[in-house]
């Protein structure tokens, strides 16, 4: 007999926290020199200890203890919610009305948007190559997630394959939710271009203009490493849509201010509607009332500090650090994947490399035996770059064509 | 038109919060000695600043920042499971299995427990003094929150209406969830008597014995502040239940380390079925991970820190100062109660103290033009003791007489 009701979860342990759990017996075991770990999304140096910003962390230490002990308003300190707005669209802000609640990590912001705006048994569409937990939020909440083929062989986004998703499973319902994981995605470091992007949105506008409520949740928890700038003109290409078309951008504070465990982030609402947008922050605030109450204080106050003018160069500097690092390690990723004949998807930029293959379980098995361990999943294996030193990037694609081609 | 599901949120600004707002206005425009907060449940010196206890904020500022930056399992850290039972049970933990699982504050762990186990439809019964968020998640989940009345005419737990209320809503469902929020109930500052948890038992058993699963979410969240230890006898009782009547505890930091803002709490599961524990855990686990991915994670780790025979005298300290500076302002109140004769429940302990009145939204109009203070129901108005001083208490007391004897 058990007690709760039977959706609730029995999805059993998640699958990069348990293989997390062996890194961290491995390296008991064996000393973390012997151990290659690529499995969490969290930037590790060269000697692969977690990395924690400075600029972070030293205004965490000195910040008034109050602010800290209080509660923030439940939907986020307003200077947090304005310097959000401000980081995410640098010069790309769209032309709409646009609201901020802080969530817990991107995490909170995405389940917060499947809750709201898809309904029981409402599809919820996703490129096959995801995120474990969207899923699990759809299972979760009773919402119907469903996959379409992410690339074609020529590795670009598969518009077609996306169109045929949506006006399938637009057929019985009046709304679809659509998650899109981009820039940088997890876990394929894929971006879509913004060609795709117009198209994606063509696609959208099609369903919308049928009278259809199409919301797309764009995760880009990955999007200050995937690019110097650029990878966010796509922001803009959100002006001015139908007002049944909603965009809601699931922001995180973990990746770029290395806050993992500080959980803080924020659904951005998009909307040419005044109401559609209203309606949206008394949802995200009601959801997060009624979810976890408000966010932490004291990571929203660190944000805004780190944003102020005099601030900003002593935050960027490091952030460019970060990115510099993670880009030394993807080059040698590609150039040894390159050498060795191991094809990978595109890598545009995010935590992660991706290797195609049906392989994976068997593969990773192997890897494990020799104290290397990744991700596997039934597309391929996701490489964590963000934790992986450049010498153990060339073992670990070594090691990888070695049981490839076996 | 609105894009959000029809349930999604349209409750409004949440009242407390709201209420708070007015707080910051008025102490902006009139200064902070001239404005009575008697609002919010946060503890708060005789000059009105929020208390942050050393002990935890003095960990915090030196706690290893890889610590603080990285992601906690998604349970929790296993030493801050085994922590929170320590400190929750003391002497009396029941004899059954018990799971825990980390949760942001109490609001995450009663969330969780009336999604798990009530489903859509299916009732959640509550006394009819509650804290409103229980009220704002079965709306959320589309659970069929019930109330009874809370306490008798001599201000005992009314069982007769709790045991009326179970039947009529167990008379065509075969689960219920019952939360109960003492000791020191939130808004009253009552606390069951331990022959009252006697009856509730009897209750509960005796509709499990029919075959119905039977839920008790207790919200603690005031627990160590309703007593020296006695007030704890109560979860003794919780051994050998059938098992169809589980037990959820909602544990929170939030109170008793002063740490509100930093979101970190516990559910934890009390049943003498292995089987129902372990779906427990894996229902918890995934709620998590789907909900807020997984706690803070430097509250876990002070809080084991704390707990430790060489620190424990440190914390504990600090703890009984905040208890006799509540109690201090509670006698007052009390004093003053009576003098004026203003009828109030009668409080065991906690942060709030209540007086009922069916007039209370037209008293807190008037007492909010005199910059005081506190939050108004259908049933009474709330007073936090915690963010009060003494003085402040009796021209309070003072004022709500004048206006209910007007």
């Known amino acids: 007999m058990t007690m709760t009701i039977k959706k609730s979860g ?4 998640d699958l990069a926290f348990s293989i997390n759990a062996k890194v961290k017996a491995a390296r008991a075991k ?3 020199e012997n151990v290659i770990n690529a499995v969490l999304g969290t930037l590790a140096d060269d000697e692969g200890n977690i990395i924690a910003l400075d600029s972070v962390y030293n205004r965490l230490e000195t910040m008034d203890r109050g602010l800290i002990a209080s509660y923030a308003p439940i939907e986020g300190e307003k200077a947090f919610r304005e310097t959000v707005l401000k980081i995410l669209f640098a010069d790309n802000k769209p032309d709409a009305y646009i609201e901020v609640v802080s969530t817990p990590g991107g995490t909170g912001a995405i389940r917060n948007g499947i809750f709201s705006y898809a309904d029981i048994g409402d599809p919820v569409i996703c490129h096959d190559y995801f995120w474990q937990p969207y899923k699990k939020m759809c299972i979760e909440f009773d919402r119907d997630f469903r996959t379409y083929n992410y690339l074609t ?8 394959a996306y169109k045929a998703c949506q006006d399938e499973a637009l057929k019985d319902h009046d709304r679809l939710v659509s998650i899109i994981n981009s820039p940088g995605n997890n876990p394929t470091g894929y971006s879509l271009s913004d060609e795709e992007w117009d198209e994606v949105l063509e696609i959208s506008k099609k369903a919308a203009n049928k009278g259809k409520k199409i919301s797309l949740i764009i995760d880009v928890a990955y999007i200050e490493f995937a ?4 990878q966010k003109r796509f922001f803009k290409k959100f002006s001015n849509l139908p007002e049944n078309l909603m965009v809601l951008v699931a922001f995180s504070m973990s990746k770029a201010y290395t806050a993992y465990g500080l959980r803080s982030g924020a659904v951005i609402g998009i909307s040419s509607s005044k109401e559609v947008i209203e309606d949206f922050k008394n949802a995200m605030a009601t959801s997060a009332r009624v979810n976890w109450s408000n966010g932490v204080h004291a990571p929203q106050l660190i944000l805004v500090d780190l944003a102020k003018d005099e ?3 002593e935050y960027d500097k490091e952030l460019l650090s970060l990115k510099a690092m993670l880009k030394e390690r993807a080059d040698v990723f590609i150039r040894e994947a390159e050498a060795h004949k191991v094809e990978m998807i595109p890598y545009f930029g995010g935590f992660f490399a991706f290797i195609p293959t049906t392989k994976a379980f068997d593969i ?11 991700i596997p999943s039934a597309k391929g294996i996701r490489i964590a770059l963000c934790a992986t030193n450049k010498r153990d ?3 670990l694609v070594e090691r990888i064509a070695f049981y490839m081609n076996k």
Request: avoid cysteine; aromatic fraction near 14%; charged fraction near 40%.
């Open 364 to 374: 990773v098995e192997n890897l494990e035996k020799e104290n290397i361990f990744t």
């Open 30 to 32: 064996f000393g973390k």
């Open 153 to 160: 062989k020529d590795f670009k986004f598969d518009l077609e």
């Open 393 to 395: 990037i060339v073992k």
């Open 10 to 13: 029995n999805f059993g342990p």
């Open 227 to 230: 690019g110097d700038g650029e």
């Open 311 to 313: 601030n900003k160069g």
